[in-house]
């Protein structure tokens, strides 16, 4: 095995600082997905890809309290869970040596690795969800809407349109006082002098909860890298919307103006789009048919920042 290999190589797995079984096949013999002959310039755009993608993550890290050892054991597991869902060989079962050969870990360290427990949000994103769906009903459904088509103020429970039919019928069988909690606790819902309930936002957006918004973090920052990992592999045949307008020399007057402006403006588009979503989700519309179950949405978010002349 260690013909015609390079001595240094040919020592360094002798004394196990490199596994041996990893000089063996290189990422193109074992998985058509992975090139091992990156050029250059395309590690180099990538790495300076990931470096701008990790310095606002690395902020929000810092923040709140994460240290480097945590999230380097958060990265490998990353790392582990995809190769082994993803880049296994087709008909043969996903092995530890190879899923070795494909992140640079040592064996040993992936067998460590697939031991940790999952971190799971289901909790932060559960809560996310539920309080979304039931603005939005509020906001679209016309049995919850006055005649001018804006959202009524509902009683609690009652004949009628009220929050409990509300959430009955876009919540499940979660009890309506807990999520009434939840929108209260961030601001989303008022009650009235007279205990009927006003909605204050035409969206959910945690204004109190952190473990939400941190959940946030994670929904759509990843639907957003998915779609560029999409367009990435082959979105010249089939590509997903994914656009952005920017200048960068915008006096700071025009800051406050532009922001209002484009708020205003995607809100009305995503409501729009959330109708026809509505109308075709089999949980809020059972008499859509067809086959499969799917995901899709789209996101808006406004960015800015000073301009250092660096893109």
Known sequence: MLQNMDPRVAVAAVSGAIDPFRLLLTGADIFGKISPNMSNSSL????????????????????????????????EQAYVDIAMAEFGVEGRKQTVSRVSVITGLSRKEVARVLKLPVS???GAAERY???????AAWVRDRRFNNESGKPLVLPV????????????????????????DELTRVAAVERLEDGRLRLRVRSYVPRTGELEKLGILGTDVAALIATVDHNLRGGTEDPMFQRKVAYDNLPDQALAVFRDLSGEQAQALLEEWDRWLAENDRDVNPSVEGSGRNRAGIGIYYFQEPYDGKE
């Not at 969800?129 to 603005?135: D, E, K, M, S």
């Not at 429970?157 to 009434?180: C, M, N, Q, T, W």
């Open 44 to 75: 180099s755009a990538l790495s300076a890809a990931v470096v701008r993608i990790l310095r606002p993550l690395v902020r929000i890290l810092l923040r709140n309290g994460m240290p480097y050892g945590v999230f380097a054991d958060l990265a």
């Open 120 to 122: 799971n949000d289901a």
């Open 129 to 135: 969800n539920r309080a979304a769906r039931v603005i």
């Open 157 to 180: 429970e009652g004949d009628g349109p009220s929050f409990k039919e509300l959430v009955a019928k876009y919540s499940g069988d979660i009890p309506h006082r807990a999520v009434l």
